[in-house]
Structures are given as structure tokens and as C-alpha cells.
Nanobody, 127 residues
Framework: QVQLVESGGGLVQTGGSLRLSCSAS????????MGWFRQAPGKEREFIAA????????NYADSVKGRFTISRDNAKNTVNLQMNSLKPEDTAVYYC????????????????????WGQGTQVTVSS
């Protein structure tokens, strides 16, 4: 059974930092695009960041560019999201996602490009 499990969420003050991790099990994702999305109450799930299998291509939402950094460790089957300079508007449930297709980096900002999803981790930024 394939599972993606996020961790590292929590409560932080404005300007603070958090590091989210996503640990995958059940199969390797060393050949697959992985991404992070978030969903705030009453809003649609939105793209945050994506990274290809070789760590040579990354995409970021404009709202997080310069503040968030996505990384991955294929040996550990993990993907991380370093979040700095957090703002109250970053408050949301953050989801890790993985594409099931090998060696495909197409529409990484679309939720439709991902087959596997984690359960999410809550990030709350207080003002």
C-alpha cells in the first residue's frame, strides 16, 4: 500500500519558519515528480511547489517564491518544504503529492498531475 505521510506542521508566529517533510512508503518515487499543495478553509486546493526526480527543475507559486524551498532525498524517499518568513495567509492544511508517471514533468502546478496524496498537516501562522 502506497502512503505519503506529512509531518512538521504546527503553530508559528508571523515571520517564523517551519520545515515540512513527506515520507513515502510502498514504492519508490525516485523517478517521479513530487509536489506540495495547500488548502485553506473555504478555498480550493492550491499549488505551492514541485520538484522533478533529478532535482533539476522546480516550480513555485508566486505567493511563496523567495520564501519557500522544496527539496527531496530520493535515497530516503522523502520530499521537504522549507517555509520561511511565514505570513498569516500561509495558514492552511499542507498536502504532499506524487505523480505516478515515471520521468514526467508536465503541468506540475495542476492537482490533476498527481495520483498519490498524503492526509495533510496543519500549518497555522498567528499574527
Amino acid at each position: 500500500q502506497v502512503q505519503l505521510v506529512e509531518s512538521g506542521g504546527g503553530l508559528v508566529q508571523t515571520g517564523g519558519s517551519l520545515r515540512l517533510s513527506c515520507s513515502a512508503s510502498g514504492r519508490t518515487f525516485s523517478r517521479n515528480t513530487m509536489g506540495w499543495f495547500r488548502q485553506a478553509p473555504g478555498k480550493e486546493r492550491e499549488f505551492i511547489a514541485a520538484i522533478d526526480w533529478r532535482r533539476s527543475r522546480t516550480n513555485y507559486a508566486d505567493s511563496v517564491k523567495g520564501r519557500f524551498t522544496i527539496s527531496r532525498d530520493n535515497a530516503k524517499n522523502t520530499v521537504n518544504l522549507q517555509m520561511n518568513s511565514l505570513k498569516p495567509e500561509d495558514t492552511a492544511v499542507y498536502y504532499c503529492a506524487a505523480d505516478s508517471r515515471d520521468f514526467v514533468y508536465r503541468d506540475p502546478e495542476s492537482t490533476g498531475g498527481y495520483y498519490y496524496w498524503g492526509q495533510g498537516t496543519q500549518v497555522t501562522v498567528s499574527s
